[in-house]
């Protein structure tokens, strides 16, 4: 989101935390860091952001789209899939190589609004299938909404990609109303 989107959503600019210099820097302040034993490899899952701004942004976010979330977060974990690839939208191609999507894949009233496929654009449906405004329409939740997850996503250091949005949105729900932030 750019600086003049979260402007108007009152949500002031966030200044980037520096990379910390040193190994010992690295953990500071992060009370989810233990020591880890000689020769043992850490990993963590879900790292929490300890940036007090961030947290409270994320907090604000999060209740300002309560009551769809769930639908938010699936839409956002769609649109992510798709645009990394791991998922494809319904649909083929005809003998012409022109992409259609499947009945349930596009609505009628998507397809009036977006151009159809040609020779020069053959994947027109492909593309939109895949994009923001039509993962948000699949869950009947607004685009906002879905912007709205990637960024509490994106302030709170957790990732999108190889999660079900059930446990997305489980776990995003716990780490906002809990003191793990």
Not at 12 to 22: D, N
Not at 89 to 118: C, H, I, Y
Request: negative net charge; aromatic residues 6%.
């Amino acid at each position: 989101m750019s600086d003049n989107e979260l402007d108007e959503l009152g949500i002031p600019a966030l200044k980037p935390t520096p990379e910390p210099t040193s190994v010992e820097e690295k953990w500071v302040g992060d009370p989810t860091h233990k020591p880890k034993a000689e020769g043992k490899t850490e990993v963590k899952f879900g790292k929490q952001s300890t940036e007090p701004g961030r947290r409270k942004n994320a907090q604000r976010l999060w209740k300002s789209i309560a009551a769809e979330s769930e639908k938010a977060v699936r839409a956002a974990v769609l649109y992510e899939s798709r645009q990394d690839g791991l998922s494809i939208p319904e649909g083929g191609r005809n003998d012409q190589g022109l992409w259609f999507p499947s009945g349930k894949e596009m609505s009628e009233a998507e397809k009036e609004m977006v151009d159809e496929p040609t020779a020069e654009n053959p994947d027109t449906w492909l593309n939109y299938c895949k994009s923001i405004h039509h993962c948000a329409e699949t869950y009947s939740v607004s685009v906002d909404s879905v912007r709205t997850v990637r960024l509490i996503v994106s302030l709170i250091d957790f990732t999108i990609t190889d999660k079900a949005a059930s446990t997305l949105h489980a776990q995003l729900s716990k780490a906002l109303s809990s003191s793990l932030l």
